[in-house]
């Protein structure tokens, strides 16, 4: 992951403090060498860091604290110091344009900058450890009529190496709450690993209490493929294989672009699983004519996808699923104002989404690969299935 950007962090790191250092220190009339090595030392230690982390031959290195520990001073020593510098910079161009003496865009970097570091310390802390249950209601003329008010909870994006000793209450609440629901069913739309499915042997015993009426579906996400490490064809195959019989040991009904059908009274709905049909880099394994093989088009499906892209892409024109559960997003796990990073890349990133009578509801998740969230809490959602308003 470091190792992608790490030019562009170097930049990050090292811009700001020459502009400080030329802006503002060097006119201070007693700013001495030894003051100038401090001032220069944080930036240094994030320059050799960035380089450490960079040399990790996965996508992030195996102990994940590492990881967090530098995504953290990232936040509080650099992120700070660049909001600073772009409202400075800003509001110095603004003074030379309108001839203006006092530069306003000191001052609101400072503000800035300071919001910058509060939203850093409790997006780590408070934010990661809030968790919301999302409420909503799909109707839909084609739900048999035994099945009106079936309950169905949804989860996603647990990413269970992230948790630790230190966030684990927040998987463990999740799960109660998942339990107090007394939903008929219970799904998972993917990522339960970052990159290896060694991440779920301390966290088995809980994610195994999970229980509903129906059973517990699931579907792989990107990240519960082997792309996020380097090893060979074996080593990747061998992961793959292990997260499809860890989450079966669990008692979870893995669909791997099948189907199953459940019934109530005569009636029947049918639970559709399609692989990760992501958009590039991610994977590509999707198969909806295989998923929805001998599904007749009057039958009420419930579709579980990891990608919420798949959506328009795939399932709207290769299936008559009314109803698409996903996650992937995170809701990018921050929120401002109603607008999240995620939106720029995703048309359906948060909540229910509507075309025609058709549905998708993507959920924020209960995790992510780095503990922050600010104003996108994890969140399990409960759905219940009505067939008449």
Avoid at 22 to 34: A, C, M, P, Q, V
Avoid at 310 to 334: C, D, E, F, K, V
Wanted: glycine share 10%.
């Amino acid at each position: 992951m470091i190792a992608r950007i790490f030019v562009y962090l170097l930049l990050f790191i090292t811009l700001p403090d020459l502009y400080l250092d030329r802006r503002f220190l060097r006119k201070l009339t007693r700013y001495r060498w030894w003051q100038r090595v401090l001032w220069w030392l944080p930036g240094a230690f994030m320059f050799a860091f960035t380089i450490a982390m960079a040399t990790s031959r996965n996508f992030a290195p195996d102990n994940q604290w590492l990881l967090h520990l530098y995504l953290l001073l990232l936040g509080v020593l650099v992120w700070p110091k660049f909001v600073f510098t772009f409202c400075s910079l800003f509001g110095l161009a603004y003074c030379r344009f309108r001839h203006k003496r006092y530069n306003w865009g000191n001052l609101a970097g400072m503000v800035l900058a300071s919001a910058a570091i509060a939203a850093v310390v409790y997006g780590g802390t408070f934010g990661f450890r809030k968790l919301d249950v999302r409420r909503e209601t799909f109707v839909s003329a084609d739900l048999p009529k035994a099945f009106d008010g079936y309950k169905i909870v949804h989860f996603t994006d647990a990413h269970v190496g992230t948790y630790g000793r230190r966030y684990a209450d927040v998987l463990e609440r999740a799960v109660d709450s998942i339990n107090a629901q007394g939903a008929d069913m219970v799904v998972f739309t993917g990522d339960l690993q970052n990159m290896e499915p060694k991440e779920l042997y301390p966290v088995l015993n809980t994610l195994g209490k999970i229980r509903a009426k129906d059973g517990v579906y699931s579907v792989l996400g990107n990240h519960d493929y082997s792309g996020y490490i380097k090893a060979s064809n074996a080593v990747k195959a061998a992961n793959e294989r292990e997260m499809v019989s860890l989450q079966r040991q669990m008692g979870w009904d893995l669909l791997l672009n099948e189907h199953r059908v459940i019934r109530r009274e005569g009636d029947s709905i049918i639970v559709a699983g399609m692989e990760n049909d992501g958009r590039p880099p991610h994977p590509h394994k999707g198969d909806i004519g295989k998923t929805m093989a001998g599904v007749g088009k009057g039958a009420f499906t419930l579709m579980l996808e990891h990608d919420p892209s798949a959506w328009r892409s795939t399932i709207l024109p290769g299936s008559n699923a009314q109803l698409t559960l996903s996650g992937h997003t995170h809701a990018g796990q921050m929120k401002v104002f109603g607008w999240s990073p995620a939106a720029v890349s995703y048309t359906e990133w948060d909540g229910m989404y509507y075309d025609g009578d058709r549905a998708i509801n993507v959920s924020a998740g209960v995790g992510g690969f780095i503990p922050f969230r600010l104003g996108a809490d994890n969140e399990i959602v409960v759905i219940t299935l009505r067939s008449e308003k």
